[in-house]
């Protein structure tokens, strides 16, 4: 037989629903906020990667699925969302609208070539937001919002934001220039990746899974001492909108993400899952005012987030919440004859079309099992459709809990069912 690719999974059953209740959810949320959807390739050029998420990091060294095409094009699958964003919003002249910021949500797979476990796959899904345009720290700070209120929206509780400010390019500056100064002497002690972290890109060593316990890591200094007046004062206002939204946050002068592209802001949101380890980052993000320009663009603030599906699906269940309330549908229909199949499918087209969630019997059910049918699909009604009924165009109601049964002529069908099903609002906004 032949199996699923590693560290891939199937969606089905449940699980289907839930992803699509997330992703509805996560669209109305987008919508309130006034973001656009885009959609950018599952490939791009490989260089757009490189130089867009760096040379010096795991993702792109370590981790991407790379492939020449029949063209001979070094293409590679996106790692992560941002960078495709950024070359659509430069290729598409998005700067040159009017109506700035460009603030934009995508969802879809992204491909990376981990080690699987839990938590961890290779095709993953995102949901993130990026905004072009805004250099002002009360975007930032909307950025943050949107994953907390997502999250409080669904119910999940003891979500806990990290926060720090990895300064303006002058800044890091600064401050990669004092690592190399200090990691100098120790550069022997360090695993063989930091070696060449330390010519490529020092930040990355305070970011090194291995050698994040040693000594020489934990004394290494602080980004937040070389911070200039204007990246201070960019963080401290961050933070006072962050307290204006009642969204509290743990500064975490380690944090520096495992992107290139950050400047000031970089946040993650964690759950507070017992056991779950780094499983519990559910969203990470931050500033990349260079990005842009990086890319070929002119120079323009960007600012966003993703947030990882898988985990915060997991989230859900440990927390049990149940995001699916109702399973049930509202109608289903049964044709009593052959002959009346094509009347049958008819009034169903009909309820479908006007917001009723609709089945009919497609298996030549005798009545007994067709009521069976109609329980494991917990239907709120039945209507049942003989050559009498066909005849006098009116129909055989019933109610599948009370058992109460109707008789209700066809076109006052749908008036019928607007009195007696409550919308079912799925929508939580
Ligand atoms: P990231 O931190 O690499 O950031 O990924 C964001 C989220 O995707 C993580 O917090 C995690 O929930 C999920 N994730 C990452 N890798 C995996 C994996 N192998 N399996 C399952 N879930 C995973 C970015 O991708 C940036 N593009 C975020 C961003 C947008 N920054 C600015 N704008």
Request: proline residues 4%; charged residues 30%.
């Amino acid at each position: 037989m032949i199996q699923k690719p590693k560290g891939t999974y199937d969606v089905f059953d449940i699980q289907g629903k839930k992803i699509q209740y997330l992703e509805k959810l996560f669209a109305c949320l987008m919508e309130k906020y006034n973001y656009e959807y885009m959609r950018t390739p599952l490939f791009e050029s490989s260089e757009l990667f490189h130089r867009g998420v760096g040379d010096s990091t795991d993702i792109v060294t370590k981790e991407t699925y790379d492939f020449i095409d029949r063209g001979n094009r070094n293409m590679t699958l996106r790692p992560e969302g941002t960078a495709g964003i950024v070359r659509s919003f430069i290729e598409n002249k998005m700067y040159g609208r009017a109506s700035s910021p460009v603030k934009c949500w995508y969802t879809g797979p992204m491909y990376r070539y981990e080690r699987p476990q839990s938590g961890r796959y290779r095709e993953f899904y995102q949901m993130g937001v990026e905004v072009f345009g805004s250099p002002d720290p009360i975007m930032d700070a909307e950025i943050i919002s949107i994953p907390v209120q997502f999250f409080r929206l669904l119910g999940l509780k003891g979500i806990k934001v990290h926060l720090n400010s990895l300064g303006d390019q002058e800044s890091r500056k600064n401050y990669k220039k004092a690592l190399l100064e200090y990691f100098e002497p120790h550069i022997e002690t360090l695993c063989e990746d930091c070696k060449n972290r330390y010519q490529k890109n020092p930040l990355r060593i305070l970011d090194c899974k291995i050698d994040k316990d040693k000594d020489v890591l934990r004394n290494a200094p602080k980004l937040k001492d070389y911070l200039n007046e204007e990246s201070k004062k960019h963080y401290e206002a961050v933070k006072k909108y962050l307290e204006a939204l009642q969204i509290p946050y743990i500064e975490d002068p380690n944090l520096v993400r495992g992107l290139d592209y950050y400047t000031h802001t970089v946040f993650e949101v964690e759950a507070n899952v017992e056991g779950f380890g780094s499983q519990n980052v559910l969203c990470g993000g931050g500033r990349y005012d260079g990005l842009v320009e990086t890319l070929g663009g002119p120079k323009t603030p960007g600012v966003g987030f993703a947030l990882g599906m898988e985990r915060l699906l997991t989230a859900l269940e440990y927390e049990k919440i149940d995001i699916i309330k109702n399973q049930e549908i509202d109608i289903y229909v049964i044709p009593l004859e052959e002959t009346i199949k094509p009347y049958a499918l008819e009034i169903t087209t009909s309820l479908r079309m006007n917001g009723f969630i609709t089945d009919i019997d497609m298996m030549n059910r005798n009545i007994k099992s067709n009521f069976k049918q109609a329980d494991r699909l917990q239907t709120k009604y039945v209507i049942l459709i003989g050559s009498e009924e066909t005849k006098t165009k009116t129909l055989t109601i019933k109610n599948n809990q009370t058992k109460q049964e109707y008789k209700i002529k066809e076109e006052q069908l749908i008036q019928f069912f607007d009195q007696n099903i409550e919308e079912d609002i799925h929508e939580t906004i």
